[in-house]
């Protein structure tokens, strides 16, 4: 019985060595905005997310490689995601109850689509909004206003 006890208090201590360990945050490492984001579950997660010019460029450089955009027509892609990536953050920043902020995110997307469609060929839209269907561009998050409403439009 007592070695049994024992050998439970010792394997008990060197798997809590590694929860006791202490993270520290070096004065090199960048800063980036935390924002918390409802999970699946229903809990918050904390979620990083970096500067304006850093997610447009991200995002026109995925667009780049997958529908083949020239470097002009990459150019107008990156300032239009770079204009809606400010202006959602500016919109998160704000002030607004979380139904005017969905509304305000809502109309922002809805006129990044229609000056995308402005931008790029009918042949690299249609193949944008299929990568939009099977999560390609959007990472496969939806909210109650975006994907459904796309789908009962189609």
């Not at 997660?45 to 447009?56: C, I, L, N, S, V």
């Not at 204009?83 to 809502?106: C, E, F, G, H, P």
């Not at 939806?142 to 439009?153: L, W």
């Amino acid at each position: 019985m007592l070695k049994k006890i024992a050998l439970s208090g010792l394997l008990l201590s060197l798997f809590s060595f590694p929860l006791l360990a202490q993270q520290t945050a070096t004065p090199d490492a960048p800063t980036q905005t935390n924002t918390r984001r409802m999970g699946k579950n229903g809990a918050m997660q904390r979620h990083q997310m970096g500067d304006p010019a850093t997610r447009a460029k991200k995002m026109t450089d995925r667009m780049t490689q997958q529908l083949g955009l020239d470097q002009g027509t990459s150019q107008k892609v990156y300032d239009v995601t770079l204009a809606r990536a400010q202006k959602v953050d500016a919109i998160q920043a704000s002030s607004d109850d979380n139904k005017a902020k969905a509304q305000a995110l809502k109309a922002n997307a809805d006129d990044f689509k229609a000056k995308l469609k402005g931008i790029l060929t009918p042949d690299q839209f249609a193949k944008l909004e299929s990568m939009k269907g099977k999560g390609g561009m959007r990472h496969g998050r939806s909210g109650p206003d975006n994907g459904d409403q796309e789908k009962d439009q189609k």
